[in-house]
């Protein structure tokens, strides 16, 4: 591609960009400065509550409100599903009420009428075969000769069972907002990954002009895929205000949190692989299945990155009443590479080779990114100390605690996303920035600032950020790791079309044209002769009276941004094969995501999906009751999270530099967290000599595998 | 949760005159780190909370050399630092230091850990002690993974959720419970008991009653004690099974044991087959392996919970070579 006047500066130029800066809100956030939408209050507020249904399947056959109406501090009641609708999962939400206290509103819910008819539900999947109807078998999709390279004579083939369940988001904060109408404008507080698209959510929902609605999002606590949505709350909150005339705040409880508001769709399978005896993958075969609730779920992605030739899949949507799927950080993801890798691993041990070795011998099937796996696996083994720790399959230290080394690789893209970004520059120097996007904690507005300041050759702190307001131009939603691309390109085209502005208006007094000025260090200066500079400030009092406004977007010209990203994991766990009990003594994440902006924040988003990724692997699962339909830990208590005894070391690197930085930026929200689940479990079979086959890796199963690998 | 009147006497005798024999009409307030949850999952509804804050000698912690008294409001924060209790009472200080936090360690009391209400999910989510749904046993064929493996044939399948019971029934402790007239002093061994019917409670504490103090005798020279619990995570998380250990040693012989199990059964369990199996014995890891087993005979566990035998085992066979310094603990 040409060069560009919109590309990055090249390395040995960068003044901010590939520095480690601390995130600009830290402070507000540590000091609970920073408000979050559950922490607002604004007068006259009301607080919304709304009643859940008891069952998983049940019609409404009576419903009677009018006591709640009549309740002391009530003022709005809105029936959300009326007499003969069918509820699909318990804790569905039925009727809202706005009262002056959170008691009164709860008391209101309490004096309603309300009338069931419960139907049969589904509430578990692991069990195919109980699942009825309620499993809709998708086509068998072949590729090469799955046949042929089963039946050879000389293929080495590794069956088993594998299997990730519904686990949920867990967000911190819950989802909801806070929802005020001034005459017809509507203002809404909302904890959410999208605020530009929630105008268009809530005005086509409310049915009234995009124009009335503003959307503001601050802070966020946790989202990761979950809140994209204005949601039936949203929705809810709007309407009780209208008709109470004062703001209303209808945030989830802990419990509906869980029930309803996360759910990442569950997939098992069983799988066989074969191989040449050299270790030369050949053919995959599978039958898994998911759910996500009543809508099924999608297909994972299997086998997950490598390139198998010869394929027989076939997957099965199995419909329940467990709640509505939402995205989870890398949708699908992480499912496909537990289940994939480790098959692989199984396959690796069977063939008695070394799993790295393996995957270095299938090299060619790694797809484009084989080259960068190849020299993240060798950087991941030297953090691991791969070659001082890792031993074949089971044959680790004799005792009762077990060590053993596991690892996986993932890809995802991480194209920026389409956003507008506005930037003023004042003739007393000040500089202003701003766009509808959100922070959700990943760094957003730091990365920001440290695009702008590299442009304008300013420090971060001299510039100002305006986000989480749709008042200002529209930015993308966050997910799919698709805000660093776009806001850092839309950030860096505008300010250098604000600088050439100002170059413009400063030219004359250097005695130069505005192509030969370059703004370094806090001055606009002629490139090649530092003598002939004029301090920022000074320099802006050229512009006289006018401020410069600029505003550029993404996509646009420049080869700022692309996609494809790959990464290897290595975990490093002990087991006690007395108790079951798996205990992290190390995780290492080599990451690649093009150029990284702020490699502090780069390395934090990265730690953030180890803890993730260690839940989800030793401790997450959404349990539901087979008898009653309800999800039985919709708490923090037995809805277990990794705690900070429970991660162990955690080991970051990069991969930055030639052959990554010219790849421009790309996104890192999810592919840091796909591996977790398939090294940990790796790392489990190879220090106790054999598969605890679904996630998480409790007790429990660790005690049941060690017990069915005795009696084999 | 459902609003409610507070109440903050001065003295027990005051204290005792606010509540009733009606538990809905009024309970008994200590740390509140399991009464404020119960309240807002609605599990209970109390019309009065009486708190015991501001009542002086609950607080008090006394010892001498018949034994240490504990005031029941006594902190599980200060069991677990307190000196003298670390000094001739290790297993106690040990069984409040595995309390999940800091945070319930700075709030709950002695008397809060003895009198808080099991963590059973179809309990927790309303369907009563005995998680019955319209008179069907909801247990069995649910979700038992965290249930009862011993004392488990019904109709009560939960487990005893203190983290002090099963020491302080291994150091022979007692329980002060203070009623309007009278107050007597109940062994922790009687102080649980196994409801019947979805009309008993799962203590002998009457609704109009108080949890004092607890009564611990001083241990005779060659106390060793330990505890053990099996946990998930290593921090805010209830143990999947858990063991104290007491034995008094003459050389290295076992003269008296005591064995209690916790949050295997709907009681604190005590093993009294492993104990007769221990005395006479020098401990080495083939006994204490032996007496583990031992401390679970009779387990039936349910259709998802036969781990938990395995890991009482463990927990047994781990708090004894503890209690007699031959574990530094398995780090896993």
Same mark, same amino acid.
């Given at each position: 591609?040409?060069?560009?006047?919109?590309?990055?500066?090249?390395?040995?130029?960068?003044?901010?960009?590939?520095?480690?800066?601390?995130?600009?809100?830290?402070?507000?956030?540590?000091?609970?400065?920073?408000?979050?939408?559950?922490?607002?209050?604004?007068?006259?507020?009301?607080?919304?509550?709304?009643?859940?249904?008891?069952?998983?399947?049940?019609?409404?056959?009576?419903?009677?409100?009018?006591?709640?109406?009549?309740?002391?501090?009530?003022?709005?009641?809105?029936?959300?599903?009326?007499?003969?609708?069918?509820?699909?999962?318990?804790?569905?939400?039925?009727?809202?009420?706005?009262?002056?206290?959170?008691?009164?509103?709860?008391?209101?819910?309490?004096?309603?009428?309300?009338?069931?008819?419960?139907?049969?539900?589904?509430?578990?999947?692991?069990?195919?075969?109980?699942?009825?109807?309620?499993?809709?078998?998708?086509?068998?999709?072949?590729?090469?000769?799955?046949?042929?390279?089963?039946?050879?004579?000389?293929?080495?083939?590794?069956?088993?069972?594998?299997?990730?369940?519904?686990?949920?988001?867990?967000?911190?904060?819950?989802?909801?907002?806070? @929802? *005020?109408?001034?005459?017809?404008? +509507?203002?809404?507080?909302? !904890?959410?990954?999208?605020? $530009? &698209?929630? #105008? /268009?959510?809530?005005?086509?929902?409310?049915?009234?002009?995009?124009?009335?609605?503003?959307?503001?999002?601050?802070?966020?606590?946790?989202?990761?895929?979950?809140?994209?949505?204005?949601?039936?709350?949203?929705?809810?909150?709007?309407?009780?205000?209208?008709?109470?005339?004062?703001?209303?705040?209808?945030?989830?409880?802990?419990?509906?949190?869980?029930?309803?508001?996360?759910?990442?769709?569950?997939?098992?399978?069983?799988?066989?692989? @074969? *191989?040449?005896?050299?270790?030369? +993958?050949?053919?995959?075969? !599978?039958?898994?299945?998911? $759910? &996500?609730? #009543? /809508?099924?779920?999608?297909?994972?992605?299997?086998?997950?990155?490598?390139?198998?030739?010869?394929?027989?899949?076939?997957?099965?949507?199995?419909?329940?009443?467990?709640?509505?799927?939402?995205?989870?950080?890398?949708?699908?993801?992480?499912?496909?590479?537990?289940?994939?890798?480790?098959?692989?691993?199984?396959?690796?041990?069977?063939?008695?080779?070394?799993?790295?070795?393996?995957?270095?011998?299938?090299?060619?099937?790694?797809?484009?990114?084989?080259?960068?796996?190849?020299?993240?696996?060798?950087?991941?083994?030297?953090?691991?100390?791969?070659?001082?720790?890792?031993?074949?399959?089971?044959?680790?230290?004799?005792?009762?605690?077990?060590?053993?080394?596991?690892?996986?690789?993932?890809?995802?893209?991480?194209?920026?996303?389409?956003?507008?970004?506005?930037?003023?520059?004042?003739?007393?120097?000040?500089?202003?920035?701003?766009?509808?996007?959100?922070?959700?904690?990943?760094?957003?507005?730091?990365?920001?600032?440290?695009?702008?300041?590299?442009?304008?050759?300013?420090?971060?702190?001299?510039?100002?950020?305006?986000?989480?307001?749709?008042?200002?131009?529209?930015?993308?939603?966050?997910?799919?790791?698709?805000?660093?691309?776009?806001?850092?390109?839309?950030?860096?085209?505008?300010?250098?079309?604000?600088?050439?502005?100002?170059?413009?208006?400063?030219?004359?007094?250097?005695?130069?044209?505005?192509?030969?000025?370059?703004?370094?260090?806090?001055?606009?200066?002629?490139?090649?002769?530092?003598?002939?500079?004029?301090?920022?400030?000074?320099?802006?009092?050229?512009?006289?009276?006018?401020?410069?406004?600029?505003?550029?977007?993404?996509?646009?010209?420049?080869?700022?941004?692309?996609?494809?990203?790959?990464?290897?994991?290595?975990?490093?766990?002990?087991?006690?094969?007395?108790?079951?009990?798996?205990?992290?003594?190390?995780?290492?994440?080599?990451?690649?995501?093009?150029?990284?902006?702020?490699?502090?924040?780069?390395?934090?988003?990265?730690?953030?999906?180890?803890?993730?990724?260690?839940?989800?692997?030793?401790?997450?699962?959404?349990?539901?009751?087979?008898?009653?339909?309800?999800?039985?830990?919709?708490?923090?208590?037995?809805?277990?999270?990794?705690?900070?005894?429970?991660?162990?070391?955690?080991?970051?690197?990069?991969?930055?530099?030639?052959?990554?930085?010219?790849?421009?930026?790309?996104?890192?929200?999810?592919?840091?967290?796909?591996?977790?689940?398939?090294?940990?479990?790796?790392?489990?079979?190879?220090?106790?000599?054999?598969?605890?086959?679904?996630?998480?890796?409790?007790?429990?199963?660790?005690?049941?595998?060690?017990?069915?690998?005795?009696?084999? | 949760?459902?609003?409610?009147?507070?109440?903050?006497?001065?003295?027990?005798?005051?204290?005792?005159?606010?509540?009733?024999?009606?538990?809905?009409?009024?309970?008994?307030?200590?740390?509140?780190?399991?009464?404020?949850?119960?309240?807002?999952?609605?599990?209970?509804?109390?019309?009065?909370?009486?708190?015991?804050?501001?009542?002086?000698?609950?607080?008090?912690?006394?010892?001498?050399?018949?034994?240490?008294?504990?005031?029941?409001?006594?902190?599980?924060?200060?069991?677990?630092?307190?000196?003298?209790?670390?000094?001739?009472?290790?297993?106690?200080?040990?069984?409040?230091?595995?309390?999940?936090?800091?945070?319930?360690?700075?709030?709950?009391?002695?008397?809060?850990?003895?009198?808080?209400?099991?963590?059973?999910?179809?309990?927790?989510?309303?369907?009563?002690?005995?998680?019955?749904?319209?008179?069907?046993?909801?247990?069995?064929?649910?979700?038992?993974?965290?249930?009862?493996?011993?004392?488990?044939?019904?109709?009560?399948?939960?487990?005893?959720?203190?983290?002090?019971?099963?020491?302080?029934?291994?150091?022979?402790?007692?329980?002060?419970?203070?009623?309007?007239?009278?107050?007597?002093?109940?062994?922790?061994?009687?102080?649980?008991?196994?409801?019947?019917?979805?009309?008993?409670?799962?203590?002998?504490?009457?609704?109009?009653?108080?949890?004092?103090?607890?009564?611990?005798?001083?241990?005779?020279?060659?106390?060793?004690?330990?505890?053990?619990?099996?946990?998930?995570?290593?921090?805010?998380?209830?143990?999947?099974?858990?063991?104290?250990?007491?034995?008094?040693?003459?050389?290295?012989?076992?003269?008296?044991?005591?064995?209690?199990?916790?949050?295997?059964?709907?009681?604190?369990?005590?093993?009294?087959?492993?104990?007769?199996?221990?005395?006479?014995?020098?401990?080495?890891?083939?006994?204490?392996?032996?007496?583990?087993?031992?401390?679970?005979?009779?387990?039936?566990?349910?259709?998802?919970?036969?781990?938990?035998?395995?890991?009482?085992?463990?927990?047994?066979?781990?708090?004894?070579?503890?209690?007699?310094?031959?574990?530094?603990?398995?780090?896993?």
């Amino acid at each position: 591609m040409a060069p560009s006047k919109y590309d990055w500066p090249v390395a040995g130029e960068r003044s901010l960009i590939g520095t480690r800066v601390s995130r600009v809100d830290g402070p507000a956030k540590t000091s609970g400065q920073a408000k979050y939408t559950l922490d607002l209050v604004p007068p006259g507020m009301l607080y919304g509550k709304m009643l859940k249904s008891p069952y998983a399947l049940a019609k409404i056959t009576a419903l009677d409100v009018s006591a709640a109406k009549s309740m002391p501090g009530v003022k709005a009641v809105h029936v959300i599903q009326d007499v003969g609708t069918t509820i699909q999962w318990a804790g569905d939400e039925i009727v809202a009420v706005a009262a002056t206290t959170e008691g009164e509103a709860e008391d209101a819910l309490r004096a309603i009428k309300i009338e069931y008819q419960p139907l049969p539900h589904l509430v578990t999947e692991e069990d195919l075969s109980q699942v009825g109807t309620r499993g809709k078998l998708g086509e068998e999709q072949r590729m090469g000769d799955p046949d042929k390279a089963f039946s050879d004579p000389e293929a080495v083939i590794s069956e088993g069972f594998y299997g990730v369940p519904v686990i949920t988001h867990c967000c911190l904060e819950p989802h909801g907002d806070i @929802a *005020a109408w001034n005459g017809d404008q +509507l203002e809404v507080h909302a !904890s959410t990954q999208a605020v $530009t &698209g929630l #105008v /268009g959510q809530f005005a086509e929902g409310l049915q009234i002009p995009a124009s009335t609605v503003r959307v503001i999002c601050q802070y966020i606590g946790g989202g990761f895929g979950s809140k994209f949505q204005a949601d039936r709350w949203g929705m809810v909150s709007a309407r009780l205000s209208k008709a109470a005339g004062a703001p209303v705040k209808l945030m989830l409880e802990r419990d509906a949190e869980q029930m309803v508001a996360g759910c990442r769709p569950s997939t098992f399978a069983n799988v066989s692989v @074969a *191989a040449t005896k050299d270790g030369t +993958l050949t053919g995959w075969k !599978s039958q898994s299945w998911g $759910t &996500g609730g #009543v /809508g099924g779920a999608g297909v994972p992605p299997l086998p997950y990155v490598v390139r198998i030739p010869n394929q027989a899949k076939r997957h099965t949507a199995v419909s329940t009443n467990i709640g509505p799927a939402r995205a989870w950080r890398a949708p699908n993801h992480p499912q496909a590479c537990a289940i994939t890798m480790t098959a692989l691993d199984d396959l690796a041990a069977k063939l008695k080779m070394d799993p790295i070795a393996f995957y270095r011998k299938n090299a060619a099937l790694l797809g484009d990114r084989s080259a960068n796996y190849m020299e993240e696996f060798t950087k991941g083994a030297e953090l691991a100390e791969w070659d001082k720790h890792w031993h074949p399959r089971g044959a680790g230290s004799s005792g009762p605690i077990k060590r053993g080394l596991g690892v996986s690789l993932h890809t995802w893209g991480g194209a920026g996303h389409a956003c507008i970004c506005r930037m003023r520059i004042q003739p007393d120097g000040a500089v202003e920035f701003e766009m509808s996007t959100q922070d959700l904690g990943t760094g957003t507005r730091t990365i920001m600032l440290m695009v702008a300041g590299e442009t304008l050759g300013l420090p971060i702190e001299a510039i100002t950020l305006n986000i989480g307001d749709s008042k200002y131009p529209a930015g993308g939603a966050s997910g799919g790791s698709t805000t660093v691309g776009g806001v850092s390109s839309a950030t860096r085209r505008t300010a250098i079309d604000a600088l050439d502005q100002l170059f413009a208006a400063v030219a004359p007094s250097l005695g130069a044209t505005a192509d030969q000025l370059e703004a370094v260090g806090g001055q606009i200066r002629v490139k090649g002769a530092p003598g002939k500079a004029l301090p920022w400030k000074q320099a802006c009092a050229k512009l006289g009276v006018h401020a410069i406004e600029a505003s550029n977007k993404n996509p646009g010209p420049g080869a700022l941004i692309s996609s494809g990203v790959g990464g290897v994991q290595i975990a490093d766990v002990s087991v006690d094969t007395e108790t079951g009990q798996v205990t992290m003594n190390r995780m290492v994440a080599v990451q690649d995501c093009g150029l990284v902006i702020d490699i502090k924040t780069a390395e934090s988003q990265v730690f953030g999906a180890l803890i993730m990724g260690v839940g989800y692997a030793l401790f997450e699962e959404k349990i539901m009751d087979r008898a009653t339909g309800r999800m039985l830990n919709p708490n923090m208590e037995f809805y277990k999270l990794a705690g900070l005894g429970d991660v162990g070391e955690l080991r970051v690197h990069m991969m930055t530099g030639p052959g990554y930085d010219e790849r421009g930026v790309i996104g890192l929200g999810e592919p840091p967290v796909i591996s977790p689940g398939a090294a940990i479990s790796n790392a489990v079979a190879n220090a106790i000599g054999v598969r605890v086959s679904t996630l998480p890796l409790t007790p429990d199963k660790v005690l049941a595998a060690l017990e069915k690998g005795a009696s084999a | 949760m459902q609003a409610f009147d507070y109440a903050r006497p001065h003295s027990l005798a005051e204290a005792l005159k606010l509540l009733s024999t009606d538990r809905d009409a009024a309970v008994v307030l200590a740390g509140g780190t399991d009464l404020l949850s119960l309240m807002k999952d609605n599990v209970i509804a109390p019309k009065r909370l009486v708190s015991l804050k501001s009542i002086e000698e609950l607080h008090r912690v006394e010892h001498n050399a018949h034994g240490l008294r504990l005031g029941a409001l006594v902190t599980l924060d200060t069991l677990s630092t307190h000196p003298v209790i670390a000094q001739h009472y290790p297993g106690l200080a040990e069984a409040a230091l595995g309390v999940s936090s800091p945070q319930i360690r700075n709030m709950g009391t002695v008397g809060g850990d003895l009198c808080q209400r099991p963590r059973c999910w179809y309990f927790r989510g309303g369907y009563g002690l005995l998680a019955l749904d319209q008179g069907k046993a909801l247990v069995p064929d649910g979700d038992n993974r965290y249930h009862a493996i011993l004392g488990n044939h019904g109709p009560a399948y939960f487990v005893n959720p203190s983290s002090l019971a099963p020491i302080l029934m291994a150091l022979d402790a007692k329980v002060r419970v203070q009623g309007p007239k009278t107050s007597r002093e109940v062994p922790v061994a009687e102080f649980f008991r196994t409801p019947t019917s979805a009309t008993e409670y799962e203590n002998v504490v009457a609704a109009n009653e108080i949890v004092t103090e607890v009564l611990i005798p001083a241990p005779a020279a060659g106390s060793h004690q330990a505890v053990y619990e099996v946990r998930q995570k290593e921090a805010l998380d209830w143990p999947l099974a858990a063991a104290a250990v007491h034995v008094h040693l003459a050389g290295n012989k076992v003269t008296t044991a005591r064995i209690v199990l916790g949050h295997v059964a709907p009681t604190p369990w005590r093993a009294e087959a492993a104990e007769q199996m221990l005395v006479g014995k020098a401990v080495n890891e083939d006994v204490a392996t032996a007496v583990g087993r031992a401390a679970v005979m009779g387990a039936s566990p349910l259709s998802r919970n036969a781990y938990k035998v395995q890991l009482a085992r463990v927990a047994v066979k781990r708090a004894l070579l503890r209690a007699t310094g031959q574990l530094a603990v398995p780090k896993a």
